[in-house]
């Protein structure tokens, strides 16, 4: 089992940043890729970044490449997403997962947290 704890969203206005926190614990001794998700109301749940166990590979989408960059400090168990130039259009509930894989996932995560509400107005 891998627990996890998503932290940092909240409101702010378009060209703003903030950083998301996803604090794991559990199963922390064992390699693990994590994945950042979010669902906006209507929408179906989508992925944002990924990155593998070490950090040496990440995986970024499109809307997103050059505004956001996942990270992790495996000696904190803890992955970011640092989120700048945030757009309204980025407003969702964002999630984080874990998936026992050392390399970066798109998809097939066993492990999810509760999400975190960001809120970008305009």
């Known amino acids: 089992q891998v627990q996890l704890v998503e932290s940092g969203g909240g409101l702010v206005q378009a060209g703003g940043s903030l950083r998301l926190s996803c604090a794991t614990s559990?199963?922390?001794?064992?390699?693990?890729?994590v994945g950042w998700f979010r669902q906006a109301p209507g929408k179906e749940r989508e992925i944002v970044a990924a990155?593998?166990?070490?950090?040496?590979?990440?995986y970024s989408t499109e809307s997103v490449k050059g505004r956001f960059t996942i990270s992790r400090d495996n000696a904190k168990n803890t992955v970011y997403l640092q989120m700048n130039s945030l757009k309204p259009e980025d407003t969702a509930v964002y999630y984080c997962?874990?998936?026992?894989?050392?390399?970066?996932?798109?998809?097939?995560?066993?492990?999810w947290g509760q999400g975190t509400q960001v809120t970008v107005s305009s």
């Open positions: 997962a874990a998936a026992l894989s050392r390399l970066v996932r798109l998809n097939g995560y066993d492990y």
């Open positions: 559990g199963r922390t001794g064992s390699s693990y890729a």
């Open positions: 990155i593998s166990w070490n950090g040496g590979s990440t």
